[in-house]
Structure formats: C-alpha cells, structure tokens
C-alpha cells in the first residue's frame, strides 16, 4: 500500500485488509516512483490529485468514480462509485470476459477448421457429404448465434 498518510492510519487499514508491504507519508511524486521501482504487472487505485502520477504510472491504474477529475483522467479503468470492493469486482469482470474470449475463440477456430473443408467440398472425392451453399450459410449463422449466446452469459456475473 502506498500512501501519503501517516505512518500508523495507514498501518490500521493495511492491518484490516492482510495488506503486508506499507509505505506511508508519500508524496505524489513519490507513488509515481514507487511504482515505477516494483515493475510491469503493477495496479494502482486512486481517487484523488495526487494519486494521478502514479495512476498514470501504473500498467493499470483504476480511479474511484467519487474522486477528483484528475485521477479520473488519469485512471486507464474508472469505477463509478467510491466502494473498493469494486476493484475486487472489476477484476473478476475482467477475468470472467477473457476466459469468454478465449472460449469464443476457441470456437469459432475450431468450427470453421472442421466445417471450411467440408464445405469447400475436400471430402468430396473421397466419397464424403457435401454440403450445400445454403446449409453452410445457415450452420455459419448458427456458429455466430452461439458465440453471441456465450458473451451474454456476461450478463449474469455476480458482484462479489
């Protein structure tokens, strides 16, 4: 966690969250350093003016949708309310559409691997189906009916 607080509120609420590494009193020019210091894959979540540095910093910077304009500018996500469980919640948004589109994907590869020969007509000398421009259409369509099915299974996600 860091933080331009002092030293002992932010060890009261790192204490409450299982938060380990505290770095407290810093400036914003400071957040902006200690983030460049811990590397690629870092986040930041912030909400006001001097946590726009290190939101613009970070890989991922996710301002509070309560905040200043600045870190709202600065932030690559923006939540529209100021409840942290709502980072705990984009995240698991964010894993729930990749794993979508991979599946989407996957798929789509996979249908159109097995069903472009078929219906360029491959099998054909070999005494396999061939299939008619129409039924191709049609599965084509199908294939893109269950791939738009899947992505509004995001719909239901859950908040946590």
Not at 24 to 50: C, H, M, Q, W, Y
Request: aromatic residues 4%.
């Amino acid at each position: 966690m860091v933080t331009g607080d002092s030293a002992a509120t932010a060890q009261v609420v790192a204490d409450g969250l299982g938060i380990v590494d505290v770095r407290a009193g810093i400036l914003p020019e400071g957040k902006a350093e200690v983030i460049r210091s811990l590397g690629a894959g870092t986040g930041f979540v912030g909400d006001g003016i001097n946590d726009a540095p290190a939101l613009a910093q970070a890989d991922v910077g996710i301002a509070m949708g309560s905040g200043s304009d600045v870190a709202i500018e600065a932030g690559d996500v923006v939540l529209m309310t100021g409840d942290p469980m709502g980072v705990v919640n984009a995240i698991a948004l964010s894993r729930a559409v990749m794993r979508n589109i991979r599946q989407n994907l996957a798929w789509a590869f996979g249908y159109n691997v097995a069903l472009i020969p078929i219906a360029a007509g491959v099998l054909v000398p070999f005494g396999g189906p061939q299939l008619s421009p129409m039924l191709g259409a049609g599965a084509m369509a199908l294939s893109s009916v269950f791939v738009l099915s899947n992505a509004l299974r995001l719909r239901r996600f859950k908040r946590l």
